[in-house]
């Protein structure tokens, strides 16, 4: 380790890259073996041109075919290297990085600054091409869907999932063992806009923070709706999970005609029946009740048997 950076991994100061990158030939962000990532591609450059190993943070590690326009990266330099020349050593990465790579701008920050840590805010654009035609100029950035969607009814589904919230029924499973899932979404909309000539639906997200595939699986819900698929309010009871369902009994009652009753539909889930009454069960079955009563059948056949009766 070099003199001048301390043995917490820290230097005299930090340099702070802003880079843009067209994912499609990338295996996303994070360095991996054998693969070609962006982080790969960073590193060999930076590495290059200090001359030695270089270890990077960034403000938030994309997929595999996720576009960037700012993407953060930080890492501690010696204050001889905080010292080189920023429009040189900009040029040495311009020059040393891929064609679907873009330094976009250098900058000094202070010692022990975090790319990933210090970031207030992550915001990212999914795009949707929605009708039969084949998009064009949007074709390596636009998800493909080949019908129409209720924008108005995915903007209304969306606005539950603003403001803090546990979005662990909104990333994969195996991500979110062991770790704290709650984020703040500071904005969730979906719109129509025009890009090039090519009408597409943006759904714009905002937060503090994201989990492993948290936004994608965002997008993929909001498109149940928009599809006509599901109901806004269904996307409520998605973010909830019906914990409660298994964390403590509940119970309600509905007395009206039967007349009445037959004429009502509320938002449910499936695989709820829309038979009355089930139908007035707002959400999955209730499964502490049906876990219960299989545990009371259970225990009380053994007790009969080991008694004899």
């Not at 009708?131 to 924008?151: C, F, K």
Request: aromatic share 8%.
């Amino acid at each position: 380790m070099n003199e001048d950076q301390r043995e917490d991994g820290g230097g005299a100061g930090t340099l702070v890259v802003r880079l843009g990158y067209r994912g499609a030939g990338f295996a996303g962000f994070a360095r991996q073996p054998s693969e070609r990532t962006v982080e790969g591609e960073l590193c060999r450059a930076l590495e290059t041109t200090l001359r030695r190993e270089v270890e990077l943070t960034c403000a938030g590690r994309t997929d595999a075919g996720v576009n960037a326009l700012s993407q953060y990266v930080s890492l501690p330099v010696t204050a001889e290297e905080l010292e080189l020349d920023g429009v040189r050593l900009l040029r040495s990465l311009v020059a040393l990085t891929p064609d679907d790579v873009s330094i976009r701008g250098l900058y000094r920050a202070d010692a022990g600054f975090s790319a990933r840590f210090d970031a207030t805010s992550r915001r990212y654009r999914y795009r949707i091409s929605s009708g039969e035609a084949r998009p064009v100029l949007a074709w390596d950035h636009a998800w493909w869907y080949r019908g129409q969607l209720d924008v108005d009814a995915m903007g209304e589904a969306a606005t539950c999932l603003v403001g803090e919230h546990d979005f662990k029924s909104f990333c994969k499973a195996v991500s979110a063992v062991d770790k704290p899932t709650c984020r703040f979404v500071s904005l969730l909309e979906v719109t129509r806009v025009e890009e090039a000539g090519e009408k597409l639906v943006a759904v714009d997200v905002c937060g503090n923070a994201f989990l492993h595939n948290m936004v994608r699986t965002i997008v993929g819900t909001l498109v149940e709706v928009g599809r006509g698929h599901r109901r806004p309010s269904w996307v409520a009871d998605v973010l909830a999970a019906s914990p409660y369902k298994l964390l403590g009994p509940h119970c309600g009652v509905l007395a009206a005609d039967p007349a009445i009753l037959a004429q009502i539909h509320p938002d449910k889930l499936a695989p709820s029946p829309d038979r009355i009454p089930e139908r007035f069960e707002l959400g999955t079955l209730p499964y502490e009740l049906l876990a219960g009563t299989s545990a009371a059948i259970r225990f009380a056949s053994a007790t009969m048997s080991s008694r004899g009766w």
